[in-house]
């Protein structure tokens, strides 16, 4: 289904004002609404490399195997749609190849990326991260982190000896607990949820939430709803001001249009007269 103008999508990386470059890498196609975001790490230049490496196989293994599944049917296993399967497979598979890359390649050894991959379908959203680069939803006056950051900082607030005030101020905010690329065999946290007219997606990494807190995100997207590309330079223009010390990804998406498959629909009433 091609959900060009049903969904409109826009993403902006910047390098910041302290970094030399930019290891964030960002990828999207509104045709078939995937969306996709990762924030590399490791040295010379090893962060760039994993990052752009998990959204390029991602990315291609997607579009190539999503267009095949067979819509509305539930993988027996694991009680996920195929389509959040899909993306599960991709993330193993670009696990893999950073992984192994690191593995014969000295200078790239211990590099990593977080990963967040946002998939449409069928009024339905299928969403995977790994690392602390997040996903919100904006729905009418109210905003939600949709991911939970695998962070230090985000266990040491699971065990109250943080709380999220205090944790603004912590030093402990970069230390990610699980990211692509490091373990042979690494496991994305998976969601899915129906999708509503009128919902904002704002996929992100660290150098915008490290800067920039939940309500002001949240007040310049509603500021700046009419023209999403310009509420994603205002974004990055904040946290450039409040110090910029990261590189910066913002990704925002809103949906437009409904667009359900109808062909579920037929589908799920014939197996009524079965």
Known sequence: MDLTNKIQIVGITDTGLVRQKNEDSINFDEQSGLI???????????GEVASSMAVETISQHVLDKFPSIKR????PNSGFSFESICLQDSIELANDKIYQT????????????????????????SLAHIGDSRCYRIRGKNIEQLTKDHSLLQELIDRGFYTKEEAKY?????????ALGIDP???ADIQEDIVMKGDVYLLCSDGLTDLVDDEQIHLTI????????EAAKQLITK????????????????????????????KQMMTWFD
């Open 36 to 46: 996709i975001l990762a924030d590399g790490m490791g040295g010379h230049r090893g």
């Open 72 to 75: 509305g049917q539930i993988h």
């Open 102 to 125: 690191a593995e014969n390649s000295p200078e790239h050894k211990g590099m990593g990326t977080t990963i967040v991959v946002l998939q449409f379908y069928d009024n339905k959203l």
């Open 170 to 178: 912590s030093m402990n905010k970069n230390l990610v607990t699980r």
């Open 185 to 187: 065999v690494v496991s």
């Open 222 to 229: 509603n500021k700046f709803s009419a023209n999403l590309e």
């Open 239 to 266: 946290a450039n001001q409040n110090g910029g010390k990261d590189n910066i990804s913002v990704m925002i998406s809103q949906i437009n249009e409904n667009f359900s498959d109808s062909r579920n629909w037929f």
